[in-house]
């Protein structure tokens, strides 16, 4: 399809920094690329980075060929494939995004703009020198930790290149000469194989076979807690790496690396790449290279390594495949889980989801025939399932201003006696989740968001969990100035750990949440603890639930089972109830028999019913069909449009401005608008357009359709959110 010209052929570029293109430029013949390739282009008087998406002409509005200007420069990366380049169209399409800003997650600028070879980064040399201009300082004491190119730090400061070069000729940074192009050490597939049980070996089997044979195979390894899923889908791995093929391990949590990280160097004799958001960009880079050029084979990563544009690409496990946190929700907002069957679709190779509590989602697409099921169904070795109880609280009453009834304090204490451990499951950070004056009423809110401020102790201090705002404590109530009337209402974690140690001032007790295990490091050092035998009862959110495995955890305790329940989101009971199996998995997963209780002011629910008579399937088949009836995912679909503003008039207005011009199609209904779950978040006020559709319509382009003929003022902000996860 390439018009001939004297100089060279048509291409057509996505910019990576703008929202307008694509656009098509002048390739020179000398110049050596081709489509996928990386490249500087001219845009008006300044030089952009885009990427080659097509060559050829496209239609009438394609510019005059004495019109076109030259591609600049080709950047020296490995082009992009054609397979992940079909994934970024889809992520935009499906996903009603911008082409740049999925590219984006696929060229973080830094990594793919800097050559192979040794460069030259700076890092803070620890001099502060005497004199140095406020933007200079602030612009130094943003860097601590930070080591990357000019441009990296300058982006990461958020200053121009001319101050980091500042910095740099003060001597406040140091130059470091990094080689781009160290290798990766190399997993050994039968570095440390272990025996597998019958049961694994079958399910290791049909992976195996997979990998071998290539070709797209979405999986669903679904295998109760404690059953041995790592073991048998490294068997996968192992497999990939014999033929040479790179394998991504999509993880749902930092916390969870450094235990992952040291099972795999268990298995294949060195710990795999990694890739996350609190790597440095020097490691960032040199990973994306790596993968690009088919030197990391394997990768254990967050959801936005999905985007890694991987050489040789055999398997992606996306491990504990239910948990929420795959869904991205700003920005791009994609589900990594499906993200990563789509990967596997365009690039041909089979995709594992593992997990004890498969999402509803899956499990029905393994019934209806379009995914494989694989399944383990008990635990490995002579570990047998916990003992699941329900503790009603109606009956069994903590005592007054508590929340341990004394059936579960009687089983703590029993394990204190054996020095066994427990786990208390409480899915809310913090003290307290509600503050309020004894005297006058008054509750602590959130300037800036629709949310109470929490009472964080341990840091004396309340914290928003939504936008970020902190506060001291106060020592008098804002509202009617009444001193020592402050009362916490409702317990957090920090409160449960308070109760613990007034009943078991013995007990070493440990909060586990996301503000305690915030890094890699801080989660190797709790996993230790627990391991060596220094704790006696954890006190965690959903973070300790998945993935951990410790064997002298023989009780579990759910303080509140009721919690998730309220609200009656479309995914509440799903949800509850794959949180509280989790929790429970964790109970007796080695020798010793475990225990679980679970609190509830209703024990007769059908998600407690269901996790106390473990009938697992029971309960999925009951929610699906109660979905069906619906339309609700995964037999219709949702899609959410939140239209947010500073001005909650101007949002109002607008909102309904959009919904009125919805177009009438079969099988499509608008609901709303109305305030969105979080009226106000950040300051912004937000209203919910929630589209609901058969499967049957073409969602996608009836939306693009719709919201591109609209305009609006630049102070609102339109998101879509497809597949919204709750509402
Ligand atoms: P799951 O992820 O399914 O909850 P894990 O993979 O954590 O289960 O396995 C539970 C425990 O059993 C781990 O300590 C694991 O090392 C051990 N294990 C599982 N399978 C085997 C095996 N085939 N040989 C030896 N140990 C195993
Ligand atoms: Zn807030």
Redesign the pocket.
Known sequence: MNRPSPSGKRVRVILLTQVIGPLDYRLPDWMDADVGSVVVVPLGPRKMVGVIWDEGVFGDEAVEEHRLRNVLEVIDVPPIKRGLRRLVDWVADYYLSNHAAVLRMVISSSAALSAGGTVTEYRPSGIEPARLTPQRAAALDSLVDAQGLVRELAEQAGVSEGVIRGLVKAGALEPVMVSIDAPFAAPEPDHDH????DL?EAAAKVMRDAVRSGGFEPMVLD?V???????TYFEAVAEALKIGKQVLVLLPEIALTQPFLQRFEARFGVEPATWHSGMKQSQRRRVWRGVAEGRAQVVAGARSALFLPFANPGLIVVDEAHEISFKQEDGVRYHARDVAVMRGKFEGFPVVLAS?TPALESRHMVSIGRYKGLEIPSR?GAAKLPRIEAIDLTQDQPERGTWIAPTLLKALEERLERGEQSLLFLNRRGYAPLTLCRNCGHRFECPNCTAWMVEHRLVRRLACHHCGHVMPPPDKCPECSAEDSLVPCGPGVERISDEVKRFFPEARTIVATSDTLWSPEKAAEFVALVENKAVDIIIGTQLVTKGY?FPELTLVGIIDADLGLEGGDLRAAERTFQQIAQAA?RAG?ADKPGEVYIQTRNPSHPVIAALVGGDRDGFYDAETEQRRRAGAPPFGRFAAIIISSEDEREAIETARAVGGSAPQVDGMHVYGPAPAPLAMLRGRHRQRLLVHALRSVELQSIMREWLGGLEFPRSVRVGVDVDPYSF
């Open positions: 272990p025996e597998l049980s694994q295998g807690t404690g059953s041995g899923k790592t073991e004890a490995f495995h998995g997963r």
